[in-house]
């Protein structure tokens, strides 16, 4: 079975400073790939950046990268440069062999002005 | 093409009723996901199909929910005698299939449908 983990229920930032959302996951898949989702108070699910488990480089995507450490089984994100607009719930998944997503608990995270 | 496009996207319903919910895919994609979200918690996954095949079921969905997906295109969602604990955000979500069931392709979600049994 496959399991996300995310030990930050809340996370507070100042505008325009780094924040590191935190995830731990847990699988038997030899091959997976990890997802980071946002979702605004409007609801939807917004898909940020993704990190193959076999990729040799961490993933970036504009103000987005994932640390990825294989060994630690975790796949951090973090946020450069923080926005008001990025104050959100923020989710990380995975995707194994089963090709089904599993979601983490999320992070909210409030960006102050 | 506009995305996932879910329909209703709120539903209230008396407890013990029949509810159907309907996911409109992107178009060109294969896989398509249900997902039941309550508040304050991450998505938990109930089904998926590729194309028509249904081909895994969480246990979380119990005998009271069907899904299907007729022709490989839109699905539906149905809650039998609907209970107060269905009360949530039921999202869809679709993504292509990829080469060789490649783990890289993303889920695009739709803006869900809330339900509320009363």
């Known amino acids: 079975a496959q399991k996300i983990t995310q030990t930050q229920p809340g996370m507070f930032v100042q505008e325009k400073e780094a924040v590191t959302l935190d995830c731990t996951y847990d699988?038997?898949?030899?091959?997976?790939?990890l997802f980071w989702y946002k979702q605004p108070s409007s609801g939807e699910m917004i898909f940020l950046i993704y990190?193959?488990?076999?990729?040799?480089q961490n993933a970036t995507e504009g103000r987005y990268s994932l640390n990825f450490q294989k060994a630690r089984k975790s796949a951090n994100l973090v946020i450069s440069a923080s926005q008001l607009g990025d104050s959100a719930m923020y989710f990380c998944a995975m995707k194994g062999y089963g090709q089904n997503f599993v979601f983490g608990p999320g992070t909210r995270l409030s960006v102050l002005p | 093409d506009t995305g996932v496009s879910q329909d209703p996207r709120h539903k209230i319903t008396k407890r013990g009723q029949n509810v159907t919910f309907r996911c409109d895919p992107i178009s060109e994609h294969n896989r398509l996901y249900w997902y039941r979200q309550t508040l304050g918690q991450g998505p938990e996954f109930l089904t998926y199909f590729q194309n028509e095949a249904q081909l895994e079921k969480s246990r979380l969905l119990s005998d009271r929910f069907s899904a299907e997906r007729p022709k490989g295109s839109f699905s539906t969602l149905e809650i039998q005698r609907t209970e107060q604990g269905d009360s949530a955000m039921y999202l869809c979500?679709?993504?292509?299939?990829?080469?060789?069931?490649?783990?890289?392709?993303?889920?695009?979600f739709g803006q869900g449908t809330r339900l509320t049994v009363v």
């Open positions: 979500a679709s993504s292509e299939q990829g080469t060789s069931n490649a783990m890289n392709t993303e889920a695009f």
């Open positions: 699988t038997s898949d030899p091959s997976y790939g």
């Open positions: 990190q193959g488990s076999y990729d040799q």
